[in-house]
């Protein structure tokens, strides 16, 4: 006679499946704990250059008590990780005030190749998008244990596949989003849209004519997801100005002078709300 234990089989599938995922929960933690240690940092500083550059373990050592921040921004660098672009946005805002934390999701040491840069062609890697969220979400959950940060509104704000990462993740308490390379528009649904809340503005900006999204499927711009009630605006830069095929538009000063603007009006609007 054959006896049957359902219930037993069912409790050991489900020990055997904690045993087994495990391991891979405590890969991923520390994978996380790497983009965050490696994260280069720009504080705001009463020094020539206006900035200084730290790394997270020194925050509190390196801030210039004579300049705070005014708020933290949290970056997410394009798919070829952290580079002079990074340094260019995190020096200009700290110039102007503002703390940036960028991590390096180049530090993980699993980090399959997601772009080619030389060809202007992503989506190699179409699991990294959720890999970028958390390690968003992680850096704006470990810079609040900070000392120096407390307190302070933050913004997310990234470029290209880093700018996806902006306009994509959700549940992240910020007071902003900039979305610098990005249209918005995708055939995976996860790349799609604005998952921004309905009192959190966006700041869009994209070149019309942007050398990384001449496919169909990327046509339009984030203002297609935009509440213009709440002081999102998308930026679209147009021919014949320069930018229009540019995908890296924040080096110039007026796209700068557009994301200070912003921010201003963004925070103002944010310390009004949580005042007292």
Same mark, same amino acid.
């Given at each position: ?7 037993? @089989? ?6 055997? $499946?904690?045993? +087994?995922?495990?391991? !891979? /929960? &405590?890969? #991923? ?61 995190? @020096? ?6 503002? $703390?940036?934390? +960028?991590?390096?999701? !180049? /530090? &993980?040491? #699993? ?166």
């Amino acid at each position: 006679m054959r006896t049957s234990f359902p219930h037993c @089989r069912i409790a050991v599938a489900l020990v055997l $499946a904690i045993l +087994a995922s495990a391991p !891979f /929960a &405590r890969a #991923d933690e520390a994978e996380l704990q790497r983009t965050w240690d490696a994260a280069r940092v720009y504080l705001p500083a009463a020094t020539p250059a206006g900035f200084v550059e730290a790394g997270v373990d020194n925050i509190d050592d390196r801030l210039d008590p004579e300049t705070p921040p005014v708020a933290l921004i949290v970056y997410a660098h394009g798919c070829n990780g952290l580079s002079r672009i990074t340094d260019a946005t995190g @020096r200009f805002l700290a110039q102007a005030g503002y $703390a940036v934390i +960028a991590p390096d999701s !180049f /530090a &993980r040491i #699993d980090k399959p190749k997601s772009c080619d840069p030389a060809t202007h062609r992503g989506g190699l890697h179409r699991a990294v998008l959720g890999w970028r969220q958390d390690e968003m979400r992680n850096a704006v959950e470990q810079a609040s244990l900070l000392r120096s940060f407390n307190g302070l509104p933050v913004v997310i704000m990234g470029h290209s596949q880093g700018a996806i990462t902006a306009a994509t993740i959700e549940d992240v308490p910020a007071a902003a989003r900039i979305v610098e390379g990005w249209t918005c528009h995708a055939g995976w649904p996860e790349y799609r849209g604005l998952n921004s809340e309905p009192d959190q503005p966006v700041l869009a900006l994209l070149g019309r004519d942007d050398p990384w999204f001449k496919s169909q499927v990327f046509g339009g711009d984030c203002g297609d997801f935009m509440n213009e009630d709440n002081g999102s605006r998308s930026i679209v830069y147009e021919k014949p100005g320069y930018l229009a095929e540019k995908h890296w538009l924040s080096v110039d000063r007026e796209v700068q002078q557009e994301i200070l603007e912003f921010l201003n009006r963004s925070l103002t609007t944010w310390r009004n709300k949580n005042a007292g």
